[in-house]
């Protein structure tokens, strides 16, 4: 669900448009992830991720869970 989520999302006009896009696709699939371990009636699901956004001169790393992202 989170590559496909993140692969659908076009690239803004700036970087900080892009994060934000970023940043709210990926609150919108952990909502779904949540949702899904609910239905499934299981304790606990979900996934780690980490991306590199980059225009330019500048970039800006997001991520969530415990993976890591070296450069």
Known sequence: MIVD???GIT???TLDI?????RSRLEEVNTAVRDETRYRG???MGSTVVL???REDQGIC???GDSRLYR
């Open 18 to 22: 892009y994060v934000s896009a970023l």
């Open 42 to 44: 299981v304790s606990l």
């Open 62 to 64: 997001l991520w969530a």
């Open 11 to 13: 690239p803004g006009s």
């Open 5 to 7: 989520t993140l692969r």
């Open 52 to 54: 590199l956004a980059v």
